[in-house]
């Protein structure tokens, strides 16, 4: 069973954020050129909040405020949900469900070393169960 830091060993490590004083058209702009649906806010190094697709769609586009005037900070959600890396994918599954968002970033003794998303750990998940299948019928054959 996988747990988040063999994910994030496998995928990298590689954080993108904004600063909450970003305009969100910059944030968005930046998501689409990353190909990602939520990215961190950071302020001097700390995190302090996370702007996803829901918060533009949600925050933004249905309250009828314009990304070229609202700051990140107006819209972000906070405080940030973090995960443990030594979490279990099916943990991390389970929290997003629970808390209803699709990315964590991963925490390791207060220090942030990525993030991973819904899908990170879906195909975790879904690997770890083909292999268990694999070995069960190898167990049956004998």
């Given at each position: 069973?996988?747990n988040v830091r063999?994910?994030?060993?496998?995928?990298?490590?590689?954080?993108?954020?904004?600063?909450?004083?970003?305009?969100?058209?910059?944030?968005?702009?930046?998501?689409?050129?990353?190909?990602?649906?939520?990215?961190?806010?950071?302020?001097?190094?700390?995190?302090?909040?996370?702007?996803?697709?829901?918060?533009?769609?949600?925050?933004?586009?249905?309250?009828?405020?314009?990304?070229?005037?609202?700051?990140?900070?107006?819209?972000?959600?906070?405080?940030?949900?973090?995960?443990?890396?030594?979490?279990?994918?099916?943990?991390?599954?389970?929290?997003?469900?629970?808390?209803?968002?699709?990315?964590?970033?991963?925490?390791?003794?207060?220090?942030?070393?990525?993030?991973?998303?819904?899908?990170?750990?879906?195909?975790?998940?879904?690997?770890?169960?083909?292999?268990?299948?694999?070995?069960?019928?190898?167990?049956?054959?004998?």
């Amino acid at each position: 069973m996988h747990n988040v830091r063999q994910i994030l060993d496998k995928k990298g490590g590689d954080i993108w954020s904004v600063e909450p004083g970003d305009l969100v058209i910059d944030a968005v702009r930046r998501m689409a050129e990353y190909r990602i649906g939520a990215m961190l806010v950071m302020r001097d190094g700390q995190m302090v909040g996370m702007f996803s697709e829901r918060d533009y769609a949600r925050k933004v586009i249905l309250a009828g405020r314009s990304s070229r005037e609202t700051r990140v900070e107006e819209v972000m959600t906070a405080p940030v949900i973090t995960l443990d890396p030594r979490a279990t994918a099916e943990e991390g599954l389970a929290l997003m469900t629970r808390k209803r968002i699709r990315h964590l970033p991963v925490v390791d003794q207060g220090a942030l070393i990525g993030l991973v998303s819904i899908g990170d750990l879906v195909n975790a998940v879904i690997g770890d169960q083909r292999l268990l299948i694999e070995q069960l019928e190898m167990y049956v054959r004998g």
